[in-house]
T-cell receptor, first 114, second 110 residues
Framework: EPEVTQTPSHQVTQMGQEVILRCVPISNHLYFYWYRQILGQKVEFLVSFYNNEISEKSEIFDDQFSVERPDGSNFTLKIRSTKLEDSAMYFC????????????FGSGTQLSVL | AQSVTQPDIHITVSEGASLELRCNYSYGATPYLFWYVQSPGQGLQLLLK??????LVQGIKGFEAEFKRSQSSFNLRKPSVHWSDAAEYFC????????FGAGTRLTVKP
């Protein structure tokens, strides 16, 4: 089965630093997502992206966050100035179209902000 | 607004026993419903999904779930639990902007 890949698997950064989390969605997919899961809590939707623009975002996705599809394969999440509370597992996901297709999740990037 | 409630934070069952994990949802239209499983340190794996049609859906690893519109529920079941089923289980509703429940941790006793 095709996979969504995320790198790195674990990122450690200092508070206030910028981080970029990288994802390679499945090649023929058109819809891309970021979710996060703070340790011991539920998975939370951050943002959806289609046709090179954000289609929906949650209240968590404030001005410190941005997403980009810089080329035909990568989908990145940038956090401009990390805070301690940004420490979480970040999951990328993609699906082929707008309908009922299965959402494919990557294995996640564990972000630790010190 | 769409939301999901998983009333049970932690469930312990004996290996070979039956399992039912509860999920209640709130959604404005016909919901898209999902169950995901997460093993420690792992990502999310889709167990099964419901979009329409037969209200009893079969998934991987011997799991099934039943959609009951009258109860706004989508409970996950398995007739005989295996030790390898120990994990965190998440119910979710929606499409791309899915809303997840808080999860139910399943412990399997030998």
């Amino acid at each position: 089965e095709p996979e969504v890949t995320q790198t790195p698997s674990h990122q450690v950064t200092q508070m206030g630093q910028e981080v970029i989390l990288r994802c390679v969605p499945i090649s023929n997919h058109l819809y891309f997502y970021w979710y996060r899961q703070i340790l011991g809590q539920k998975v939370e939707f951050l943002v959806s992206f289609y046709n090179n623009e954000i289609s929906e975002k949650s209240e968590i996705f404030d001005d410190q966050f941005s997403v980009e599809r810089p080329d035909g394969s990568n989908f990145t999440l940038k956090i401009r100035s990390t805070k301690l509370e940004d420490s979480a597992m970040y999951f990328c996901a993609s699906k082929p179209g707008q309908g009922n297709e299965k959402l494919f999740f990557g294995s996640g990037t564990q972000l630790s902000v010190l | 607004a769409q939301s999901v409630t998983q009333p049970d934070i932690h469930i312990t069952v004996s290996e070979g026993a039956s399992l039912e994990l509860r999920c209640n949802y709130s959604y404005g239209a016909t919901p898209y419903l999902f169950w995901y499983v997460q093993s420690p340190g792992q990502g999310l794996q889709l167990l099964l999904k419901y979009f329409s049609g037969d209200t009893l859906v079969q998934g991987i690893k011997g799991f099934e779930a039943e959609f009951k519109r009258s109860q706004s529920s989508f409970n996950l079941r398995k007739p005989s639990v295996h030790w390898s089923d120990a994990a965190e289980y998440f119910c979710a509703v929606g499409a791309g902007d899915m809303r997840f429940g808080a999860g139910t941790r399943l412990t399997v006793k030998p």
